[in-house]
């Protein structure tokens, strides 16, 4: 073998020893860079896989971790997907290992927990608004993700009440924190504080640009015993409820409810007090614009019977239209009060005697819808008897009929006292004979 090619060998066993010796390096220094880890340990990690109950997350070590489903978020997901995805960046605490095994359990939970405390406190103290995505609806309010598991009550959710939560589980809310107490676990945080917050905020800006009599859409928000509010664009204004139709309205609730969409025109706007009364009945054709075209006098129509008064009742004979029967219209006998012959809510036949729709009156009749009754024959009156006025005159005075009883007109007997004109002129005529 020739010098040349023995060189070329020793040179090539030189450079495997090299590189032998290289990967040896190489190999001692990966394993000096595997963290040593025990429990309770904070590591860095990457999402490699998720299933339905558990997460790989790869931290760097010889083996990948595990994230079961539990560990994932202070409150109860069902699937890991809803609390991680692939590739997302995540601090986790060491919960057990064993190499022995290859099992590395982690936990996300716990990190976040620790953390969420000392930013609750601050977000507390700052009011800072924060978003947090429902994960429950439960008795009583809303469960939200914010590190630890955080309660938003049910009168805490709404401006205006809420009956029924189903559809907010997985809504983002916004959110500010009212109570934390980490002894008993316990964080409150309410959506209607911010809520109320720019409310008041962009009320002052709206009620600038208001003006009395302006007819607006508007929203029903909330129903009362004495009206409804209305969201006219960011604001609320109250129609009372006589306001509500043209005719009498018992309770708001029998007109609209709430989230119904409605015309209303500004009846007045105080800045001050920042209070706006609306109408929906001013939006609406007033009923005694089209008595005219509905009635004439003459018609018989029904009604019912509204108000009694001592001088007659009034009785609607369409929504919001009353006209008056007086009492000596309401029955052909006399009577003393149309209590005697009517009552509220009875429904009557009236006879339409004058309109006068600007003035809004109109006079009925109830009497002249029906037969006048026929009158009993008069019965024979008896002559009448001369009444003795003794007995009405026993009491008179001794000197008073000592006065009487001296006029030769007058006759005294146990009957009583009786004069006469044709006795009296009898009298005097016997004197000329």
Known sequence: MSDEVKVQDQSQEVQEVQETAVSQAEAEQALNNVAVLKKGATVKGKIVKVDADQAFVDIGYKYDGVIPVRELSSVAVENAGQAVEIGQEVELKVVSINDAKETLVLSKRVVDNEKAWDTLQGQLESKEI?????????????????????????????????????????????????????????????????????????????????????????????????GAFIDIGGIDGLVHISEMAWHHVEQASDVVKEGDKVKVQILKLDPATEKISLSIKATQEGPWSKVDREFKAGDIVSGTVKRLAAFGAFVEIAPGVEGLVHISQIAHRHIGTPHEVLKEGQEVQVKILEINAAEKRVSLSIKETEEAPVAPAAAAKPERERQPRGDRDRGNSASHQKEIAGNENVSLSNQGLSLTLGERFGDKLSKFK
Do not use: C
């Not at 590190?147 to 907010?168: H, K, L, T």
């Open 130 to 226: 924060i978003e947090a995505t429902v994960a429950e609806v439960v008795k009583g309010g809303l469960v939200v993700d914010i590190g630890v598991r955080g309660f938003v009550p049910a009168s805490m959710v709404e401006r205006q009440f809420v009956e029924d939560f189903s559809s907010y589980k997985g809504r983002t809310l916004r959110l500010r924190v009212k109570e934390i107490d980490r002894e008993k676990n316990k964080v409150i945080l309410s959506q209607k504080d911010v809520l109320d917050e720019e409310y008041e905020a962009n009320k002052k800006k709206i009620i600038e640009g208001l003006q009395v009599g302006q007819v607006l859409d508007g929203t029903v928000q909330r129903l009362t015993q004495f």
